[in-house]
């Protein structure tokens, strides 16, 4: 047999619609810092834990945390309990080095001694495949170089061999190959040989969300991040158009939603609504939101829902994913034969029912939705689209609408100009998105936090005082009612 042979034979094996469903989880390493360590990880919800991240520098695989190793065998520990668990490494993410990845790509003696050195790490710490999330080869606007696009491919073969020779040669289940791509179409054709790379990789996590967001501007107006239709599903379809084997795609979906503060009450369903502001929120805390009065908003035709309500007087829609939409896109899965899903991040969903919804219950749908060969007592029921629209406007279902209750206990300022006291830092925070500068400061999460750049992946994270706010116009934590007049208070640059 030739090694090409091989090579297909093993990984026709690994995956395949009969061998039932993966559920790609990714699980960031900055989770902990929101208290979420591995034991609050249901070892059954996903098939595979996607570790994000560690760093390429030179051909080694480094560590970002201080203390991964610990949280990595918490999480290569969840195999105790679920043994058909696999625990993959991710190395890269969006503020990764991306020149590194040109370098090790345009010279086959440095990814030689890459593949070595992956695989040294990977068995040493007990993972069981490398996922690479290169975002992205040949983008000439994030460092890359015309050449990525090829040479990516090449690494690719070279991983994979390697993977495959090292299996024989010690008898272990070979290291799964995966990697985390651009879902949109043409677009990704500029980055990767879509026909090729199916050959090397076992799966495919298609980033299909973040559609939309800041970086569009204000003119398209509010859009979802991640509709099935049209984006989502057009992504699904270009890929494999363009030659990438369906059986191997995962597609993405978010536990979080990203959402837009507005100037005034939209009409409709809110899409194409002015921005005032940007931010983004975890499944957990819009299921808070829901509860507390903000209505519910099916987009019935894009396949996802959003939530309207108003934050302190400002209204804010939020375009995110619920139980029913993650079951409509695994629905969408198993009627295109594709290999089963993935969610970016494991800690977002509510995991300990704050909402009433059971526990993970993004995860959980999946779970039941798209069954693993490996799942011993789960059966497959067949979903039932909720509802058989066939109106080519987008619908906006009103569930009974209760005005938001004030949740969050805000005081009166009594003196605007009182010097704002001074926030408790401290911690070190990976920064998920760009961190430009040393000293900018980034509002975090309700800007009840804000982050203090160090470095392009480290920021300080502070929390600010009491009942204050981080103020994106003073640059400080601040009382509500200057936070209020600020017009960019959600962290609109
Ligand atoms: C290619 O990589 C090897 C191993 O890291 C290194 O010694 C060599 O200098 C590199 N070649 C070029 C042209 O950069
Ligand atoms: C899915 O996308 C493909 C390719 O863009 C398109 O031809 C097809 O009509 C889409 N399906 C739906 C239901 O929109
Ligand atoms: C989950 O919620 C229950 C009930 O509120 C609580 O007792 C328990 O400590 C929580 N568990 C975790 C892991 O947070």
Redesign the pocket.
Known sequence: MTPYFLLLTYLALSVGGCYGYVRMCYYTNWAQYRGFKPNKIDPFVCTHIVYAFAKLQ??NILDIEWNDPTIQAGVIGLKSTNPSLKVILAIGGWNADNTQYV?LV?????MQ?FADNAITYLRQRGFDGLDLDWEYPANLNRRGTAADRVQFTRWLQILQNNFIAESAATNQPRLLLTAAVAASMPTANNYYEVAKIGNYLDILNLMTYDFHGSWDGPSLGVQHHSALYPEGNSSVIGWIAAGFPANKIAMGMGAYGRSYTLNAQPTGNGIGASPSGYSQYNYKVICGKLNAGYQLIQLTNQGVVAALGQKFGQWEWIGFDNPSSFALKANYIRVNGLAGSMVWALDQDDENNTCGGGNYPLLSTLQQQLPAATDSSQSSTVYVPPSTSTSTSTTTTTTTYRPPTTSYNVPQNTNPNTTPRVPQCGMVWPVPSRCPARNERIPWEDNVYYLVCQASLFAVKCRCNGNMFYNPCRGTCDFRSNYFSCPIMYGKK
């Open positions: 030179g051909t370098n345009a010279n086959d003696t440095a001694a």
